[in-house]
């Protein structure tokens, strides 16, 4: 998993796995350990919505709500 992503991952990329897989469950803290080291920081998703004054369109993009 992490030579398919070290190459690739930067900034504000969200990693998604499946939880249904055996590697995933083995490889998670080699993942996070990785990322760490490459100077990313890991955050839940809650913290990267927007609440206040912001929708999330059907394509999951977050849009400011426009007051009139």
Excluded: C
Aim: avoid cysteine.
């Amino acid at each position: 998993m992490w030579d398919r992503l070290k190459d690739e991952i930067k900034k504000g990329d969200i990693i998604l796995t499946h939880n249904g897989t055996k590697n995933t469950a083995n490889s998670l803290d080699m993942l996070l350990k990785n990322i760490k080291e490459k100077g990313l920081e890991i955050v839940p998703i809650s913290e990267l919505i927007y609440f206040d004054n912001y929708e999330i369109d059907v394509n999951g993009t977050q849009k400011q709500i426009k007051n009139n």
